[in-house]
């Protein structure tokens, strides 16, 4: 039975195409359950970031018809218009295994050598293992690939320098205002990455954090870590007259700010300049807000040009990590013909 990797990316598909197939930690055990009851995996591992979403699974049967009752899946289960023709991708082994392998590298991320995609890669294998939809084949695999990451952190430059999402929003603010030590932020949704964003903001210089979540006694721990000011997620708004710069990475499944809503405070701030950046997948703010004077909106697809200028200074580490991954993954396999890195499109 072949291990195949189908999904969509970045790579693929627009921010406005990935959020519809988001799926929250939540989903994802009886998702994987579903799918094995239906037979179409034997097992899965399904990892959902703000840059992917894909299944690595372990299927019966042949793998033209796997991939095409796994879109069917996908496509019905988010009652989605468009087939997914164009935006989805296969690997089949042995490319499979060198995409999980770059993946948990972050040669496959926006922002090249990231470090956060590992930890997501883990907290996605870690959740299909507890509810037991992993077996031989992806335990091994899975386990190969932290362990390839993890010597490829130690022994390359891939990542040197400010390489994850947080940081890149950072020096977006910082191309924005210059500098950030007159200027005031505000941190809507006290996750992983959020936190991350307000400590990279805190270290150059922001005047003052404001933080809001949900759950409040998140957003006050946040705070108080931090020497920030936690709010109710009900009031943050009205906290917007003295905010400059506001970064919201939500689990909301719908816009938390959209125009109607910014107008009349955008008024109130008499149009000084706001700094919107959006990481959220499904998106926290609604890109109709761009159409207001002295709104600049962001999105995690925005962050591309600071991904290329990465990408840029590391096409010789690139090529090393390559060259491991591939000796790897042929060697998980039980050696075998180089294969060239190259995804198929699945088709309808």
């Not at 289960?77 to 295994?97: D, F, H, Q, T, V």
């Not at 290329?308 to 060697?331: F, G, H, M």
């Amino acid at each position: 039975m072949p291990l195949i990797t189908i999904g969509l990316s970045h790579r693929t598909s627009p921010v406005e195409v990935r959020e519809k197939f988001a799926f929250s930690e939540a989903e994802i055990p009886a998702t994987l359950e579903e799918l094995r009851r239906r037979g179409l995996v034997t097992e899965g591992v399904i990892v959902s970031t703000c840059n992917r979403m894909e299944l690595y699974a372990v299927t019966p049967g042949s793998e033209h018809e796997a991939v095409e009752n796994i879109r069917r899946f996908l496509v019905e289960k988010r009652s989605y218009e468009n087939a997914l023709n164009g935006e989805l991708y296969l690997y089949s082994e042995p490319n499979s295994i060198e995409h999980l392998f770059k993946v948990a590298c972050g040669l496959d991320s926006m922002l090249l050598g990231e470090t956060e995609i590992l930890g997501q890669l883990k907290k996605a294998y870690e959740l299909a293992l507890q509810h037991k939809h992993t077996g031989a084949r992806l335990n091994k695999a899975f386990q190969r690939a932290f362990n390839v990451a993890k010597h490829l952190r130690t022994s390359t430059n891939i990542q040197r320098g400010s390489v994850s999402v947080a940081s890149a929003a950072v020096e977006l603010a910082e191309k924005i205002f210059s500098n950030l030590d007159e200027h005031h932020v505000m941190v809507i949704g006290a996750g992983d990455t959020s936190e991350k964003t307000a400590r990279a903001l805190l270290s150059r210089g922001a005047k003052s954090l404001i933080v809001s979540n949900r759950s409040f006694e998140r957003a006050t721990q946040l705070a108080k870590e931090l020497g920030g000011k936690a709010v109710s997620f009900d009031t943050w708004a009205a906290e917007f007259q003295n905010i400059d710069i506001v970064i919201s990475s939500t689990s909301a499944p719908h816009y938390v700010l959209d125009r109607e809503k910014l107008e009349p405070i955008m008024k109130a701030r008499r149009n000084r300049p706001l700094l919107l950046i959006d990481i959220a997948v499904p998106r926290d703010i609604d890109p109709e807000v761009n159409f207001l004077e002295s709104v600049y909106l962001y999105n995690i697809d925005d962050l591309q040009a600071i991904a290329d200028n990465y990408l840029k200074q590391r096409q010789e580490e690139i090529a090393k990590c390559e060259a491991y991954i591939r000796e790897k993954a042929q060697a998980l396999l039980g050696a075998g013909e180089t294969v060239t890195f190259q995804p198929k499109l699945a088709q309808a």
